[in-house]
């Protein structure tokens, strides 16, 4: 690489945040394996790399290192919180003439209210960070950028050792393999308070229909240890392969790393227009085309399933309804079949009224009846009483937002806390009047599956 061809770093302050500056630069450069511009980032950002795939595998994000972290702890506000400091910083950096816009990344607890023990020690309740180092594929293009934030005047040797830094993580990512790793083995595998998971299945299905709840989403986690620690970039190149039409994202806060494939949309943004998606209603997927498609119509036709259904589209639509305007919803759900399993799907359109932005939304729906319940607030006190655990990060948004205000957020399910040689696996399900618990049960095996076939841990009899 020429580095005669690089302008000098932009820089732009603001009232607000006069104390920093903002260093950045972007370049393009040949397409390369994301997987290995994060592994690249192993020695001098572990602890700090972030990954994001949209389902469509239309966009790729890498992040290494924090140029700028925005995080959480408090259990009020922090929608609000993130969003202003955003705000406040992009105000020094945006630039409507840039192609590639710095991204905030990262993600929210799903309960901050939730007092029970957690696993989830190294994530506070919203934890987000614009990366020192971004990658973005988008199309059959691919950029790098720099981004420096800091109260230093003095940057000039501070900004050259960042390029020196970046050409040396793209030369890494392109010209290694990705490393192969050997799978560890799984030495033990626990399924977490069974029997008070099936417990509360009848209490919260008792509560239902003593009507002071509608639906209420209760989940349980399975624990893996393996013989050995796993890489998180393992971790991702074997769910990247295994569930090819999800979501797929990862994010390290320290030692600990969360990751997931989801199918699951809570909101894009994009030129102010807005897409949600219901999902909720599960069957499996049938071994022949036939059994396949007659599980997929008596999904369809499912009274208990349309119902679980039913609260999502109804809530997500009031939420479009006061922060949108030219609404669209379907009438009627279709299937989304992915690899194990298939669910009921409605996409939800709308326009974004001024005044209202991507975080908005995500607050506002966080979390939807497919993961909270109706009404929200009964079911989140039932899930704090009721179910077993502390849910982390599953369960809630996961995702990013542009200097621009356009962003993307998944609904972080089928994902699994990797904690040295300890894994934590969840999954839950939508509980209505009509719900039973060992169909439940059921239901969460077929959930685990995908992490189960990622991490190892499926027993010899599941495929
Ligand atoms: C709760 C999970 O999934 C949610 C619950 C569903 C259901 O109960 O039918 C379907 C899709 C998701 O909204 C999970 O995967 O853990
Ligand atoms: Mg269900």
């Known amino acids: ?17 006069l104390a920093y500056r903002f260093y950045t630069e972007t370049i393009e450069v040949s397409r390369m394996s994301a997987l290995a511009f994060f592994e690249a980032g192993e020695q001098q950002f572990k602890g700090k790399r972030m990954f994001w795939q949209n389902r469509e595998k239309t966009f790729t994000w890498v992040g290494l290192g924090h140029a700028h ?28 003439e ?15 209210l939730n007092e029970k023990d957690s696993v989830w020690t190294k994530f506070p309740e919203a934890y987000f960070a614009v990366p020192t180092f971004q990658m973005i594929i988008k199309g059959e293009r691919a950029y ?8 230093d005047k003095d940057t000039f040797t501070a900004f050259d050792a960042l390029r020196k830094e970046r050409d040396r993580l793209i030369h890494s990512a392109q010209v290694s393999e990705l490393k192969k790793y050997r799978k560890p083995l799984v030495v033990k595998r626990t399924e977490l308070k069974k029997d008070e998971y099936l417990d509360s299945i009848k209490k919260v299905t008792a509560v239902i229909k003593a009507k002071q709840a509608e639906k209420v989403v209760i989940a349980r986690a399975l624990k893996l240890n393996f013989d050995q620690p796993l890489a998180p970039a393992s971790a991702l190149s074997q769910v990247s392969e295994e569930q090819p039409e999800s979501f797929l994202f990862g994010m390290e806060a320290e030692n600990q790393f969360f990751f997931g494939a989801t199918p ?17 209603g599960s069957t499996p997927r049938g ?23 039913q609260f999502v589209v ?27 399993i298939q669910h009921l799907y409605t996409p939800v359109e709308g326009e974004l ?55 993307e957020f998944a609904v972080a399910i089928r994902s699994a806390l990797l904690d040295g040689k300890d894994a934590y696996l969840y999954a839950g399900g939508g509980i209505v009047e009509d719900s039973h618990p060992e169909a439940e049960y059921d239901e969460t095996w077929v959930k685990f599956r995908p992490m189960l076939r990622v991490l190892g841990g499926q027993m010899s009899d599941e495929s």
């Open 1 to 17: 690489m020429n580095s005669q061809q690089y302008s000098s770093p932009e820089n732009f302050t603001d009232t607000r945040y």
């Open 264 to 280: 699951e949309r809570l909101v894009k943004v994009e030129d102010r227009q807005a897409l949600s998606t219901c999902l909720a």
């Open 69 to 96: 972290v925005i995080s959480a702890h408090s259990p009020h506000g922090r929608f609000e919180q993130i969003k202003e400091e955003w705000q406040s910083l992009c105000k020094q950096i945006v630039n409507e």
């Open 353 to 407: 009224k001024d005044g209202s932005n991507l975080l908005d939304l995500v607050r506002d729906l966080h979390p939807t009846p497919a993961l909270g319940g109706e009404p929200k607030q009964e079911a989140m006190s039932l899930i704090r009483q009721y179910e077993t655990m502390n849910r982390g990060y599953y369960a809630a948004p996961v995702g990013w937002i542009d200097a621009k205000g356009d962003g």
């Open 287 to 309: 071994k022949t085309v036939e059994i396949d498609a007659a599980l997929g119509n008596e999904l369809l036709n499912d009274k208990k399933n349309r119902s679980e259904h």
């Open 98 to 112: 840039r192609e590639v816009q710095p991204i905030l990344f990262g993600g929210f607890s799903f309960d901050p």
């Open 144 to 151: 790098v950028s720099i981004h420096l934030i800091t109260k």
């Open 314 to 340: 109804k809530m997500i639509s009031q939420v479009f309804d006061a922060h949108s305007s030219k609404m669209f919803v379907p009438k009627t759900p279709k299937l989304m079949k992915i690899r194990d």
